[in-house]
């Protein structure tokens, strides 16, 4: 433990850091005569950056697989990223280093593995025995395109299809390829003169494993002998195919083909379907040819013991059908259900009780993945209800625009959210359990309660319970439905200032405590929510119009103005006060015909019904002023003790009593320094033109032009007249440009040099680097805060730092934080005894400092984009000063709690994460992580107490870190498993009469087939063989966890009849080298396949 005798450091006795600033000789003098020990108890050792999960639908979905035994899903996007789910609260997310995208995955069935097939034309097999899995081995081919894989059930053999129309043969556990090749001018007919296409199917018979179906594109059919290497049967048709699936029985197929037909062959009648099924196709009259359809794109069937088959499709709808959704088709004997989806179709599989193809299926759900969805079907009720989905999918259910996280809330607020919650969720679900159900939970090592709130472009705002690296969604809240909605775009009001998404939320300022909530809108409007649990029917909504103005020619301009609906009390004699004057309105239109004192969203004038959870309290509006539109709203905080809520932009500031709902500041930035100003400013004219729509970039993917790279948000205010920055990257405002309110803070400290105790103020920091101080004079509480004024005055403080102003907080003597005042949540809408209500109304105040005797002092800790320092109070010298970066910008800066101590935590736009000590500034963690390149990243990004971080990492996931060194020490224990030891269910009795007579499934040595000695070694050119990582990240967890003793265990039943001795000492030898782990990992992970030899 380090100790930091301030008085000490000031007189140059003790150095602080190499990296942080001298004090000057005015500093000091600060500690005056006494001596103030702050122990910091943070270290470097207490650090460490690392991914914890990742949250939400796969960004991009292209490929989908589901194990029946282990029951776990797997999904592969277009970024070559893998998730893997198993039970809700199991889940992991993988990344193919190539980035490639994912064309096809394929499990090997309770064995723990997958096979990855990508874009680039590598396969990969993935160890999924660890909490983190890894590639095991890669095979990179060279010559051939992959288009289609298959790996039949129990076979250690991986056919691969490619463009050229061959398949090659790969074995799973060495991930070599075989000799043995299937070229597809042998075939297809010799006599034919065009090239069958690309290998879009492969399958084997469900009754005979010697005979491989094999689909071109063109809409060849061959079934081919794997024996004789000679093909049996060849199945034409003039109709593109897209897919084709067995009948169990291994007597029919069935293919679906691009003109919107279903065609069924008998196997041993080559020459024409036994059937032709047009599912969408109008039937015409005169016995003609349906009309052509869409294409159809997959088709799989399934059968069952007790009744019809089913068939189910996607695609295929009569083009006629123009704007229709896309659908997914369940055929069941004479009825044909269509079910319409809210995203096109990447791909859809049947979950079957059985993995055996050759048995009766059974076919119990649909998955079906959707471009944003995931759905399941339930196929055995009646009307097929979908489950409903316990996994996290919906962050993106309107595009996200800001977030903020809180780790270590009140215990008593998940629980109440849940409340509320429980009442908005859909009814008409399935009643089933979900099916997806494999893995195991972690152990958890975290019991803090953790919340994150998104905000969304519909203004719609979302509660997630994220305790214990799970999510789950706990409540939603819908802002637009307190404004009056435009039918159609002809009816919009000519006052929208975005071209679209007009309520998108783009702060959030919440106070846990107190549940009071506050939201600042991208059509410049404000709404302070209070919590209830009861409903409400409001009969008029609260509502403010404010007038910000931004006009510094005009010496005549008053203080403030405002259009207040209730009318304004006097604020008090006090010569120093801010005392608002009520102008009123000329009209909606000023005399040239320009907008003028009109919102820019309209608030529904009719009685609003409230459901329990957040009501609104008051809405707060800024209209425009002469023709020019109101700027949005740049940063914003609510305070529960004081009643209060302020809020700015690049015109100035607005402060509002929303108990007596009253304007109480309403002022030009230039206005708040008075006669301290330390710019030179030119007068402007106001700007007529219309605004870009919201600053909300990047809500869709897309490229980053350079400029916005590097751009700031905090100055990111939609102006044209903002130019370059002073410094080489674009980090705050030129001194000519608008200056912008970009941090406000409410405490209660010592606001002047003189003063002897804190005082009720608000801290107000700006886009040049400026912090100014305003005095609040609250009346008493009870009856009288409701009657007297609050009176709000300036302090003349004005403190400087280089770059926008991003976040501010306050230190006690001991160097704990000192939070801001609350007032404890209660039931509003339940009526009180006058005592109870004088006494609950009473402002909590967590803060040491009301206990601090006089003459003690406190430390503003102040940071921004450039620097961060710490100033005492109240003598406002400065006694540590630390520059975070000289050629980038801060573009997240919060003060958090960590091992119960605080520091600074700062993202960079350059990619690095850094903290710092308090009050030290010393520099404890510096490392590169995540450039900035896109502004989706530097909207969302925020840090939280014990050692907690996320950001959206796309348009539909959030990625959570960890800079606690704790807490990735115990990632690995919190972390599910995938992989569970489960006997795999016994194969199909053949019956007597089939083993009699014969007709039963017939089995094949693939090993005499396509072994070395068989087939020859492949030509070395066709693929390279890559051997991965082998999961050494993961291996200590998988050898000596207990990962490792199920595999152990799994590993005794083997067929092959390993020594457990021999195996125990491999395994405890894994911990110690990679070369061994790398040589019998296949022996770990993959049991022997064809068991089936010992069986007859």
């Not at 198993?86 to 997310?93: L, S």
């Not at 316990?390 to 309107?398: A, F, G, M, Q, R």
């Not at 500034?921 to 907690?948: E, H, K, S, W």
């Amino acid at each position: 433990m380090r100790k930091f005798n301030i008085r000490k450091v000031l007189d140059g006795l003790t150095a602080v850091s190499a990296v942080a600033s001298a004090s000057s000789a005015a500093q000091q003098q600060q500690a005056g005569n006494r001596e103030t020990e702050i122990q910091e108890t943070l270290q470097s050792e207490h650090f460490q950056l690392c991914k914890t999960v990742r949250h939400g639908f796969p960004y991009q979905p292209s490929a989908l697989a589901f194990d029946p035994v282990q029951k776990i899903l797997a999904i592969g996007t277009q970024t070559g990223a893998l998730r893997l789910f198993g039970r809700p609260g199991v889940e992991c997310y993988c990344q193919h280093d190539s980035g490639a995208a994912v064309i096809q995955l394929q499990f090997l069935i309770n064995e723990g593995a997958l096979v990855s097939a990508l874009a680039d034309d590598t396969l990969h097999l993935w160890n999924l025995r660890q909490k983190r899995p890894a590639i095991l081995h890669s095979l990179k081919f060279n010559r051939e395109r992959i288009t289609f894989c298959h790996l039949p059930f129990q076979s250690k053999w991986l056919y691969v299809g490619t463009e050229r129309g061959n398949i090659h043969i790969v074995n799973v556990e060495s991930f070599t390829l075989s000799g043995y090749v299937i070229m597809w001018n042998k075939a297809i007919e010799l006599s034919s003169k065009s090239h069958p296409g690309p290998v879009v199917h492969i399958s084997d018979n469900p009754m005979d494993e010697g005979k491989l179906l094999i689909g071109f594109e063109s809409g060849t059919v061959v079934l081919w002998d794997l024996k004789s290497k000679k093909a049996d049967y060849r199945y034409t048709h003039d109709e593109a195919i897209h897919s084709v699936a067995w009948h169990h029985e291994g007597k029919q197929f069935i293919c679906s083909h691009s003109d919107g037909t279903l065609t069924i062959w008998n196997v041993k009648s080559p020459t024409k379907p036994f059937q032709t099924i047009t599912p969408h196709g109008k039937q015409l009259k005169d016995g003609k040819k349906p009309e052509p359809c869409k294409p159809i794109l997959k088709v799989e069937y399934k059968t069952t013991r007790a009744g019809e088959p089913f068939i189910i499709l996607s695609g295929g709808l009569s083009y006629d059908t123009v704007g229709r959704r896309p659908c997914l088709t369940v055929m069941h004997g004479k009825s044909t259900a269509v079910l319409e989806m809210d995203y096109s179709i990447v791909d859809f599989l049947t979950l079957c009780e059985t993995p055996y193809p050759n048995d009766f299926q059974e076919p119990y759900a649909v998955v079906v993945l959707l471009e944003k969805d995931l759905v399941l079907i339930d196929l055995a009720q009646n009307g097929y209800p979908i489950f409903e989905n316990p996994y996290p999918l919906t962050i993106h259910e309107s595009p996200v625009t800001c977030c903020e996280y809180f780790a270590d809330c009140p215990a008593d607020l998940i629980p109440a959210f849940y409340s509320v919650g429980v009442q908005q969720k859909r009814q008409g679900y399935s009643k089933k359990e979900w099916p997806i159900s494999g893995g195991n939970w972690g152990l958890i090592t975290r019991s803090y309660p953790e919340i994150i709130i998104t905000g969304h472009a519909d203004g719609s705002i979302k509660f997630w319970d994220a305790s214990a690296i799970t999510l789950q969604v706990l409540y939603k809240l819908k802002t637009a439905k307190v404004f009056e909605k435009s039918r159609n775009k002809d009816d919009r009001p000519n006052t929208d200032i975005v071209d679209e998404d007009p309520y998108a939320i783009q702060i959030i300022s919440w106070c846990p405590e107190s549940r009071m909530l506050c939201i600042a809108g991208v059509s410049a409007h404000v709404i302070i929510y209070r919590f209830s649990k009861q409903e409400v029917t409001t009969e008029v909504i609260p509502m403010l119009e404010v007038r910000l103005l931004y006009e510094i020619n005009d010496v005549e301009t008053p203080d403030g103005e405002q259009v207040p609906p209730v009318p304004t009390p006097g604020t008090g004699s006090n010569p120093q006060s801010i005392v608002p004057q009520s102008h009123p309105s000329t009209s909606s239109s000023s005399s040239d015909g320009l907008r003028d004192n009109v919102p820019c969203l309209k608030v529904k004038n009719s009685p609003l019904k409230q459901s329990p959870g957040y009501q609104i309290e008051l809405v707060i509006q800024l209209v425009w002023v002469s023709g020019e539109p109101p700027q949005q709203i740049t940063s914003l905080a609510v305070n529960s003790a004081y009643g209060l809520v302020v809020f700015g932009n690049c015109n100035g500031i607005a402060m509002v009593d929303y108990l007596q709902k009253t304007v109480l500041l309403n002022l030009g930035t230039i206005e708040l320094y008075g006669s301290n100003d330390p710019y030179r400013r030119e007068p402007r004219s106001p700007r007529k033109t219309r605004q870009p729509s919201g600053g909300l970039c990047d809500i869709n993917e897309g490229t980053v032009v350079p400029e916005d790279r590097c751009k700031s948000p905090t100055s990111d205010v939609k102006d044209n007249s903002f130019s370059r920055s002073r410094s080489s990257s674009v980090t705050s405002i030129d001194k000519e440009s608008r200056e912008a309110i970009s941090a406000l803070h409410f405490c209660e400290t010592f606001t002047r040099k003189a003063d002897t105790s804190p005082s009720p103020c608000l801290w107000v920091g700006t886009t040049l680097g400026t912090v100014l101080v305003i005095v609040l004079n609250l009346p008493p509480g009870g009856e009288q805060r409701l009657l007297q004024p609050v009176i709000v005055s300036p302090s003349g403080t004005i403190l400087r730092l280089k770059g926008a102003i991003l976040r501010m907080a306050f230190l006690d003597t001991t160097g704990s934080l000192v939070p801001p005042a609350h007032e404890p949540w209660r039931e509003h809408n339940v009526p009180e005894d006058k005592d109870e209500k004088a006494k609950k109304r009473r402002p909590v105040s967590v803060s040491p400092s009301s206990s601090q005797e006089i003459s003690e002092n406190q430390y503003a800790v102040i940071c921004s984009e450039k620097q961060a320092k710490v100033i005492s109070l109240p003598s406002q010298n400065c006694i540590y000063k630390q520059n975070i970066t000289e050629t980038s910008f801060v573009l997240r800066g919060d003060i958090v709690s960590l091992s119960n101590s605080i520091c600074l935590a700062c993202f960079c736009a350059n990619g690095h994460i850094m903290t710092f000590s308090l009050p030290s500034l010393r520099p404890l963690l510096d490392v590169y992580y995540l450039p900035l390149t896109n502004m989706r990243i530097a909207r969302t990004f925020c840090f939280t107490n014990n050692g907690q971080a996320l950001y959206l990492v796309s348009p539909t996931e959030i990625q959570r870190l960890t800079y606690s060194q704790e807490t990735c020490e115990n990632l690995q224990e919190m972390l599910g498993e995938l992989f569970t030891p489960v006997e795999t269910p016994e194969a199909p009795n053949r019956g007597f009469f089939k083993g009699l007579f014969g007709g039963g499934a017939q089995s094949l040595d693939r090993e005499e087939l396509f072994g070395e000695s068989a087939s020859g070694k492949a030509s070395r050119s066709l693929a390279q063989h890559i051997p991965g990582p082998g999961g050494i990240e993961g291996v200590k967890g998988a050898a000596s966890g207990v990962v490792g003793e199920l595999a152990r265990a799994r590993l005794a039943l083997d067929e092959r009849g390993q020594k457990l001795g021999e195996l125990e000492e491999k395994t405890a030898a894994m911990l110690y080298s990679a070369d061994s782990f790398s040589k019998h990992a296949h022996e770990m992970m993959l049991k022997y396949k064809d068991k089936k030899w010992y069986q007859f």
